[in-house]
């Protein structure tokens, strides 16, 4: 994750910021799972469990399933032919075997490849040898395979500055696929990108949905951000305790109180930090190592 973009704040976002009293605020989920300020913070597995399986393939939800984390990541890109994957990178070259089947085609950008082409590729071998054969998913796919299991999303959407209206092209998979009914967008989908005119476009076609934007904005801009979007999520590189107040006492555009959902903590020390000042989910390659830390932190 990289951080791009911050917003200028209107003077009239700025009156129109629904502020709330340090310590009043109580921080939940999307389905009112409890946050930091209830306990411990929600556990998120980024790109799926991809500590322990090729990341953004279906392998990695189902061990993210196996170890019991109910929240997966997600990246989405879209295909020369419109068709929506689950892929991190904005090239093939990284997580598949591309440059092998597809020799001429540099530099191997996920837009200048079809659908039928990218599902031809081994996105599990570079892993590890267990892994070969492991498809890059279509957001379809990779929907059907988090919702056998139960699981919930926080979906990125990935430089959506390459994909114009990428958000419409989201929104019509997740609505066909059963994701924007009330029971999925009240309890098991979040929405978020680095770009804040792409979350904001995604509030402004679906204000239901619950979004948050990668980032760390500064505290005067934060009532901007609170007009669009429910989460704040910034690298734990850049948290501070203060930076998570800050969102705290902020309201979002559902009457909330801002969540604080941090990136990408694969160490116990790191989540018990993490938690300590007072974010509502951590996001991990290691899930399960984030979970024993935070409970190990929490019964002393």
């Given at each position: ?24 605020a109580t921080a ?144 019509r998979v997740l ?126």
């Amino acid at each position: 994750m990289k951080t791009r973009s911050s917003v200028t704040v209107a003077a009239v976002l700025l009156s129109a910021a629904l502020l709330v009293a340090p310590g009043a605020a109580t921080a939940a989920g999307p389905d009112g799972e409890a946050g930091a300020r209830h306990g411990r913070p929600l556990v998120i597995a980024h790109r799926g469990a991809s500590a322990y399986a090729p990341e953004n393939t279906l392998a990695a939800v189902d061990k993210a399933h196996e170890l019991g984390i109910d929240w997966v990541e997600n990246d989405v890109q879209r295909t020369r032919d419109g068709e929506l994957v689950v892929i991190h990178d904005d090239t093939l070259r990284r997580t598949t075997d591309a440059e092998r089947v597809f020799p001429d085609r540099a530099p191997w950008k996920v837009e200048d490849f079809t659908a039928a082409e990218i599902a031809r590729l081994d996105a599990g071998s570079w892993f590890g040898e267990r892994w070969a054969g492991a498809r890059v998913p279509t957001l379809s796919q990779y929907l059907r395979t988090v919702e056998a299991n139960g699981q919930k999303l926080l979906l990125e959407i990935k430089a959506p500055e390459l994909y114009p209206g990428v958000e419409g092209d989201i929104l019509r998979v997740l609505r066909a696929e059963g994701w924007l009914d009330r029971s999925h967008v009240a309890r098991r989908l979040v929405v978020q990108s680095f770009s804040a005119d792409s979350v904001r476009t995604v509030h402004e076609r679906r204000p239901e949905i619950t979004t948050g934007f990668l980032g760390t904005p500064e505290a005067a801009d934060l009532p901007g951000y609170a007009a669009f979007t429910d989460q704040i999520n910034p690298s734990h590189t850049s948290l501070t305790a203060g930076q998570v107040a800050a969102a705290h006492r902020l309201k979002g555009p559902h009457g909330k109180p801002l969540t604080v959902h941090t990136w990408t903590v694969n160490d116990a020390a790191g989540a018990v930090r993490a938690r300590d000042l007072g974010v509502d989910g951590i996001i991990t390659n290691n899930p399960d190592v984030v979970r024993d830390a935070l409970g190990r932190a929490g019964s002393g």
